[in-house]
């Protein structure tokens, strides 16, 4: 069971007074204490609402047990990913309030007639190496993170459904802002679709882009986030139509597609080659007078049948083994770095006395590639593990903590929620409409 210390009292994650507590906390500024080890890993409160929420410090989340059956606030060092390049500047958190202000590389407003930009996510256009703004492929990470959709454990075989990842997506946007607004407020990602309920969905898709609709000389855009059906000729141009969007497709330019083709070209080949897979869009869009929707700038992601990302084939193997053996892991995620940056695949969260960071080097890779992983594993305090995928797979570290039923997870974080809304995804999809 999790618990917190609140000066000598002890207080299980899912006391019923637990909130009483962390108000208390939350008006004396005390730091709870997260008991998932001997010592305890200060902790703040923030208010969100009426609601109180207990949140891990910044840049704490490695000193937190990795074993979910105790704590699910551990994170694997930002080091070890392209997170750490992005923590500080163009990510900003603030424990005061409990607001996250994120710095973004990309617009949400277009002025005159200017041409669409390239799509975003590649080194030859709008990724960074000095981590002082957040990409849109670097937006879509961070989400997907703080959804904590990039983790994985059993129990959440067969549990996870687009339902799931909107409701996730969704809650890792709040209490985020950009340039004083909301990032909420500028984010859409379609509900689960169904024919009984189109109308009604139809209905809060038009309320929640209504300033869109507004002419002014500046138009403000939104940032759309989806599954991709279809990528596919229209009259004049391109058009991405996602699931369970149907109604709505998002219009492309002929430039912008060929851009696309050439930038994602990997992973699109991915998503047509692997059936399981699912390709994930993030796109800036704005309407037209006469409601019709114009991508702007526009980056692609491919994802398992388990919705988490992976770069290339090797990466996908690597999943599918972890996944078939029935590990704990944290998928590492690229946000800003280039596409020839080392990172750890996965961290292995069910192993002690410390996680294992498992490596996976693509055959063909250049000498200073090589190079750059074997400094960065030596610079890492963390138990490494290579596989490079030119040769056999080498025997993955056996499991040393005890499985889990049931993770367990801090009152206000993400993974809080993720059983209860994987028991909403299992039921019919017309009870999970009339949940939201």
Request: with cysteine; hydrophobic share 40%.
């Amino acid at each position: 069971m999790h618990e917190y210390r609140f000066d000598d009292v002890i207080v299980a994650a899912n006391a019923d007074d637990l909130q009483t507590y962390l108000a208390d906390a939350h008006g004396g500024k005390i730091r709870p204490l997260c008991m998932c080890t001997p010592v305890g890993v200060p902790m703040y409160v923030a208010k969100v609402g009426e609601h109180y929420a207990i949140k891990r410090m910044p840049n704490t989340g490695s000193v937190h047990s990795p074993d979910p059956g105790r704590c699910s606030s551990y994170e694997p060092p930002a080091e070890l990913s392209g997170l750490g390049e992005v923590k500080g500047e163009a990510i900003q958190e603030n424990i005061e309030d409990g607001i996250t202000t994120l710095r973004l590389d990309f617009s949400l407003s277009k002025t005159g007639g200017r041409t669409a930009p390239a799509p975003s996510g590649g080194a030859a256009d709008t990724v960074r190496t000095d981590g002082a703004k957040l990409t849109l492929r670097g937006t879509l990470h961070y989400l997907w993170e703080e959804a904590a959709l990039n983790r994985w454990y059993p129990a959440m075989a067969g549990k996870r459904s687009w339902y799931v990842v909107r409701k996730f997506l969704l809650q890792a946007a709040a209490g985020k802002v950009s340039k004083g607004e909301p990032l909420g407020r500028s984010l859409y990602v379609p509900e689960s679709f169904s024919t009984e309920h189109a109308g009604g969905i139809t209905q809060r898709r038009i309320a929640h882009m209504a300033e869109l609709a507004t002419s002014k000389k500046t138009r403000k855009l939104m940032i759309a986030i989806g599954e991709v059906k279809e990528i596919t000729e229209s009259r004049y141009g391109f058009k991405i139509v996602a699931k369970h969007l149907p109604d709505f497709p998002l219009m492309l330019s002929e430039d912008l597609h060929r851009r696309l083709q050439k930038r994602f070209v990997n992973e699109l080949a991915l998503w047509d080659s692997i059936e399981d897979s699912h390709l994930v869009f993030i796109a800036t869009f704005g309407l037209s007078s006469t409601g019709i929707a114009t991508i702007e700038t526009l980056a692609v992601m491919v994802v398992s049948g388990n919705w988490i990302p992976f770069e290339h084939a090797y990466d996908k193997l690597m999943l599918d083994a972890l996944t078939a053996q029935k590990r704990r892991f944290v998928k590492g995620l690229r946000y800003n770095l280039a596409e020839n940056k080392p990172l750890a695949c996965v961290v292995l969260a069910d192993v002690s006395p410390k996680p294992v960071a498992l490596y996976v080097q693509p055959p063909g890779v250049e000498q200073e590639d090589e190079d750059a992983l074997s400094s960065m594993i030596e610079e890492s305090d963390m138990p490494s593990w290579i596989w490079r995928a030119g040769e056999e797979m080498p025997e993955l570290p056996a499991p040393t903590l005890a499985r889990a039923a049931k993770p367990s997870t801090p009152a206000g974080n993400t993974l809080d929620e993720v059983n209860a809304a994987a028991a909403d995804a299992s039921g019919s999809s017309e009870a999970q409409e009339s949940a939201w």
